[in-house]
């Protein structure tokens, strides 16, 4: 059987430095920092009172308050990045065949905000269950894709996948596979987040996975820096249209990119931490590579998972020397996770876009708060603080997820 080809026609973004997808990019060419105080609610008591908001957004201006009522944040985001990217790529909803239309979602951590909601108020209410009605339908995940099926409309495959960080990551491979094998012409595949809450920041406190540097919160998220505590809280959506070539082709789309491979692994290690050796980002990477049929040395560009974890940086860096070997020093590498913070489930969505952006426009993004490189971190060009031009061919987009899930996307220019 032969595989079909798999394009993408379409982008949304919604994050804490742009409210759409060419605003996000032009953001993260100009460095833009997304850290700011918590506003969603009283972080004083916190370990982390800081976190990567969305800025100037106000959901009423894209949803009635029926709508806005009945969903929770993380199903609003996605929402507004996935009418961005249907509108993106020009389908024609009104003659497209819907059954062959499916929609794959990601997210971490789901309906959160409105767990927190939920249990704050049966607390304060002295245990007396008042419960919102929607309460159970808000938090599940799967209604994340199941909203959006009946918003738009589409018929095709509609579920959502979870892998801590790695989810939307998951998503997109999924999506692929599915238009790949010929079961549809076109997914709407990405990842949502909405986990700026008491219990999101709470319980990753209490797990030491946040930085704590409210002294100077705003170099907080400083991947492969020296001091870098741990990640920094981001939030929204990003969507994706994977369409398959010929049908992108016969209907004149604007082609953006093409995914050229995916690699899917796991550590089998540990619930947190990434194998000491990078094993499973190994295979993920050297897989991607296989499923592309290119070698290492075709690869101009890497979007890391780059956390500004301690460890996680470090081996996510022998991994790909691993991987690439001498070709490295040809490389460009960044975090744009530096500048939007970590949007867990959505991550590898809106850095599958900055790739997706990089090889348009033959620029890659900086890493910003590159204070000082951590001497465990490879003397590699990290774009520290000032995007690099370079012609790229081939960008790979890195998401690991706790859990010991590895995600890698290489995308191909067309």
Request: hydrophobic letters at 40%; glycine letters at 10%.
């Amino acid at each position: 059987m032969e595989l079909k080809r798999v394009v993408i026609t379409g982008l949304g973004a919604l994050t804490p430095i742009g409210n759409n997808a060419p605003d996000f990019w032009d953001a993260l060419l100009k460095g833009k920092n997304g850290v700011g105080l918590i506003t969603h609610f009283d972080a004083s008591e916190y370990k982390t009172k800081f976190a990567c908001e969305l800025k100037d957004f106000d959901i009423t201006k894209y949803l009635d308050s029926k709508e806005v009522h009945r969903l929770d944040r993380c199903s609003q985001h996605a929402y507004i990045a996935a009418k961005e990217a249907l509108a993106d790529s020009q389908i024609d909803l009104t003659t497209a065949n819907k059954d062959r239309i499916g929609i794959i979602m990601g997210t971490g951590i789901g309906g959160i905000t409105t767990a927190a909601e939920g249990i704050i108020d049966f607390a304060q209410n002295n245990l007396v269950p008042h419960f919102n009605p929607f309460f159970i339908l808000k938090a599940l995940s799967n209604m994340v894709s199941g909203n959006l099926s009946i918003m738009f409309d589409l018929r095709g495959p509609n579920y959502t996948t979870s892998a801590a960080c790695a989810s939307a990551a998951v998503a997109i491979a999924d999506a692929y596979h599915y238009i790949q094998l010929g079961k549809v012409d076109v997914m709407l595949s990405g990842g949502t987040e909405a986990g700026i809450c008491e219990l999101g920041i709470g319980g990753f406190n209490a797990m030491r996975a946040l930085s704590t540097r409210n002294d100077d919160y705003l170099t907080a998220s400083r991947p492969f820096s020296i001091g870098r505590d741990g990640f920094v809280m981001g939030e929204g959506a990003g969507a994706l249209i994977l369409e398959e070539y010929e049908h992108a082709k016969a209907r004149n789309a604007h082609i953006y990119a093409e995914i050229a491979g995916i690699g899917i692994s796991s550590d089998a290690y540990h619930i947190t931490a990434p194998h000491p050796d990078g094993r499973g980002a190994i295979t993920a990477m050297q897989n991607a590579l296989d499923d592309a049929h290119i070698p290492p040395n075709m690869v101009d560009h890497i979007n890391t998972h780059g956390t500004s974890t301690q460890q996680g940086d470090v081996t996510e860096c022998k991994a790909i020397a691993e991987v690439f070997g001498a070709h490295t020093q040809e490389m460009l590498f960044n975090s744009t996770k530096s500048m939007t913070g970590h949007l867990l489930g959505a991550a590898a969505a809106i850095e599958s876009i900055a790739c997706i952006f990089a090889i348009n426009h033959g620029i890659v993004p900086p890493t910003i708060n590159m204070v000082e490189k951590d001497p465990a971190i490879p003397d590699w060009n990290f774009c520290s603080n000032q995007a690099v031009k370079k012609d790229i061919q081939f960008a790979l987009n890195n998401s690991f997820g706790f859990g010991g899930h590895n995600i890698s996307i290489l995308f191909k220019k067309i």
